[in-house]
């Protein structure tokens, strides 16, 4: 996080609660912290993606019309949610809230990430108005038989809807859906103690209305948006809301055996089971076909010598 991102997200703040009114140079404290502070951070917003107008008399921020971001969008599911146009990361909040005792199933939804996190320490690139960037926090009752089980079920959860709209996606263990070799989305899960308990902060991020040429030259060949791959153009806000009703319904049938019945749905559903694959395990990089996953969630990899690997942890690649 930079030296001037808490005046980036409090400005962010400030015009978002306005919903695209103009709001007076004063008002933004222009006139105290200096014009040119406040224009600099302003100019930031531009960069990550929001409709940020500025004119003599003020400043307002237009949302993007399938905003995501609104607490009365998820009111009919009865999810508790925290919404924010711009953020750190939304996991970094969900961690906090579950040590602050935050229900299950509440949603953390951010416009854009200014540190969005992926694994192994990687960013993940999320503009505004361009992808849907959530957290839910999943909170089991009984101890799970491993916390691998949970980015399986959310990775099938999110397949599973964008199938349903159109993309022929699969599950690349552990964590990633892809489209034809592309990163469509990206999962990263947190386990944080919660008193004598566990929970997991599940951070979701989907690439929806990007065009090739928006994304950034270094991952450009290795990502895909929705609105590239599906005939119509997806309404972020109705994919949140399908995402998060998918997840908590798999959750709530699966998470009272364990998750026990994921590994076996991940197997029949993933799309890459016989697929063949590049795994890099520490120091060790290998070769094979996919044989599915463990009851644990570990990866199953058939070597050409027809011995079977199991990598509990390691990076693959599928070589489609």
């Known amino acids: 996080m930079s030296a001037d991102d808490p005046l980036l997200l409090a400005l962010a703040m400030r015009l978002w609660e306005q919903r695209g009114q103009l709001l007076t140079w004063e008002h933004l404290g222009a006139d105290t912290r200096g014009h040119d502070v406040t224009v600099s951070a302003l100019s930031r917003l531009l960069e990550i993606g929001f409709d940020v107008r500025l004119s003599p008399s003020g400043v307002r921020l237009v949302p993007a019309a399938d905003t995501p971001c609104s607490h009365e969008l ?3 599911l009865g999810i508790p949610s925290v919404c924010s146009p711009v953020v750190e ?5 969900g961690v906090m809230l579950v040590k602050a005792g935050a229900a299950h199933g509440t949603v953390v939804l951010a416009e854009a990430q200014v540190c969005g996190r992926g694994r192994h320490g990687k960013s993940w690139f999320s503009p505004a108005g361009q992808g849907l ?3 839910m ?3 089991p009752t009984s101890e799970l038989p491993s916390p691998g089980l949970v980015s ?7 397949a599973r809807v964008l199938r349903r709209r159109g ?9 990633d859906v892809m489209w034809h ?14 008193g004598n308990d566990e929970a997991y902060v599940a951070g979701i991020g989907i690439n929806v209305h990007q065009s090739e040429e928006a994304f950034p030259p270094d991952i450009r ?3 895909v948006s929705l609105d590239m791959v599906v005939p119509q153009e997806v309404d972020r806000a109705d994919l949140v809301l399908r995402v998060a009703r998918e997840i908590l319904a798999v959750w709530a049938a699966a998470e009272p055996e364990g998750l026990r019945m994921v590994p076996d749905q991940w197997n029949a559903e993933s799309g890459t089971v016989g697929m063949p694959v590049r795994v890099g395990a520490g120091s060790e990089l290998f070769s094979g076909t996919v044989a599915g996953v463990t009851g644990k969630g570990e990866l199953q990899v058939l070597r050409a010598d027809d011995t079977l690997r199991t990598v509990a942890s390691g990076h693959i690649e599928l070589m489609v």
């Open 221 to 223: 060949a290795k990502s």
């Open 167 to 175: 993309a022929d996606v699969v599950l690349k263990w552990a964590n």
């Open 89 to 93: 990361s939304t996991n970094s909040i």
């Open 152 to 158: 399986l079920l959310v990775g099938l959860c999110v």
């Open 181 to 194: 070799g592309r990163k469509i989305c990206g999962i990263l899960v947190d386990r944080v103690a919660r």
């Open 133 to 135: 960037w959530l957290s």
């Open 137 to 139: 926090l999943l909170c």
């Open 74 to 76: 998820l009111d009919e």
